[in-house]
């Protein structure tokens, strides 16, 4: 018995021989076969891109410096909207990832058209954009906003952003003047204003 081991190790060493020293035939199809499992799995990605429907801009009846836009997709997606108009372009990611999708249109001037577009990528990082839709907004309420004037204005020397303030007056003892909370670009355009008739004191507080 204690020859028994070497000789089967001899036996198996002239059968390796005998088929090249390498790797037997049936090794050489499952290789084969596992390059073109790769090839399937590359081929199972969808490249389809998610198909945009029914856009749906609504105007915001409060405030003519906004609205929404509404649409739906057919695949989950994240998005993106850019806005174009005044002679700026700028694009706003939005987190949350789903098939339907309200988002709010911002940061408009008054009487000013603008161009909405929407980008949509799937889980598979393909990418379908909108048809531009165009809107336009409308003037500021006359009788809610009080006159006022941008006597300077320096882009170039400011940050990034908007300057937020109320146009409330307080009086001693306490009485006001009821106002609006204003939002303004660079510029000193109003692009957003907000305001409480009912009562301006909570609005004045939400700065």
Not at 38 to 56: I, M, N, R
Not at 173 to 194: C, M, N, Q, R, S
């Amino acid at each position: 018995m204690k020859y028994l081991l070497p000789a089967l190790l001899l036996s198996l060493l002239a059968t390796a021989c005998s088929n090249g020293g390498g790797t037997s035939p049936g090794s050489d199809i499952t290789a084969d076969a596992a390059e073109e499992d790769l090839g399937a799995s590359d081929v199972l990605e969808d490249p389809t891109p998610p198909v945009l429907s029914d856009l749906l801009l609504v105007q915001n009846p409060g405030n003519v410096l906004s609205a929404t836009l509404e649409f739906g997709t057919d695949d989950v997606s994240a998005v993106a909207l850019r806005i174009e108009g005044a002679g700026v372009a700028r694009v706003v990611t939005f987190v949350e990832t789903g098939t339907e999708f309200t988002l709010p249109v911002l940061g408009l001037r008054a009487e000013t058209g603008y161009t909405l577009t929407v980008t949509a990528t799937n889980g598979s990082g393909v990418s379908t954009t909108s048809d531009p839709v165009a809107y336009t907004t409308g003037p500021l309420p006359e009788d809610v906003f009080p006159p006022r004037e941008t006597l300077v204005s320096e882009p170039d020397r400011m940050q990034p952003g908007v300057t937020v303030y109320s146009t409330m007056v307080l009086w001693f003892p306490l009485t006001f003047v009821k106002g609006l909370i204003l939002a303004v670009d660079a510029a000193g355009e109003v692009i957003w204003y907000h305001r409480d008739a009912e009562n301006p004191i909570e609005a004045f507080n939400r700065m």
